[in-house]
Structure formats: C-alpha cells, structure tokens
Nanobody
C-alpha cells in the first residue's frame, strides 16, 4: 500500500525555522518526483517546491525562493523541506506528494499520491 506521511510541522516565531519530512512506504522514492504544497485557510492549494527523482532538477515558488530548501534521501525513502526565515504568511497545512513522472512540476494536478498534511503556524 502506497503511503506518504509528513511530519515536522509546528508553531514557530517569525524568522524561525522548521524542517518538514516526507516519509514514503510501499514504493521506492527514487521512482517518483516529490512536491511540497501548502494550503492556507480560505485559499487554494499552492505549489511550494518540487524535486526530480535524482535531485538534479528543483523548482521553488517565488514566495519561498531563497528561504526554503527541498532535498531528498532516496536511501531513506524520505524527502525534506527546510524552511528558514519563516513569515506569518507561510502559515498553512503543508502536504507532500509524489508522481511517477520525470519532470518537476508545481501543479497539484500532476501528483498522484498525497499525504495528510502537517500544520505549520508562524506567529509571535
């Protein structure tokens, strides 16, 4: 059974950092592109970052570029999202997703497998 599980969310003050993890089971991570998405209350789901199978192609949304870093460790079947210089507008539920293509897209419709999400709240 294919499963995607996010962890690492929480409450952090503005300017702080968090690292999200995305653990997959039931499939090998190196056969999938991984994307991170977020959804704030009342807003549509937004693509934040994605990373290709071997990590040689990475994209970021303009809103997080320079602050967030995506990575993956295929040997551990886990991907990560390092989030630095967090702002209140980063507050959202963050989702990890996977698709069996080769291209790193930030469109949610391209992804087949989704986790349940982890809440990130940036507030003083």
């Amino acid at each position: 059974q294919l499963q995607v599980v996010e962890s690492g969310g929480g409450l952090v003050q503005p300017g702080g950092s968090l690292r999200l993890s995305c653990a997959v089971s039931g499939f090998t991570l190196d056969s999938y592109v991984i994307g991170w998405f977020r959804q704030a209350p009342g807003k549509e789901r937004e693509g934040v970052s994605c990373i290709s199978r071997r990590g040689n192609n990475i994209n970021y949304s303009d809103s997080v570029k320079g602050r967030f870093t995506i990575s993956r460790d295929n040997t551990k079947n886990t991907a990560y999202l390092q989030m630095n210089s967090l702002k209140p507008e980063d507050t959202a539920i963050y989702f990890c997703a996977a698709h069996r293509g080769y291209v790193c897209y930030l469109g949610a419709n391209d992804y087949d497998y989704w986790g349940q999400g982890t809440q990130v709240t940036v507030s003083s």
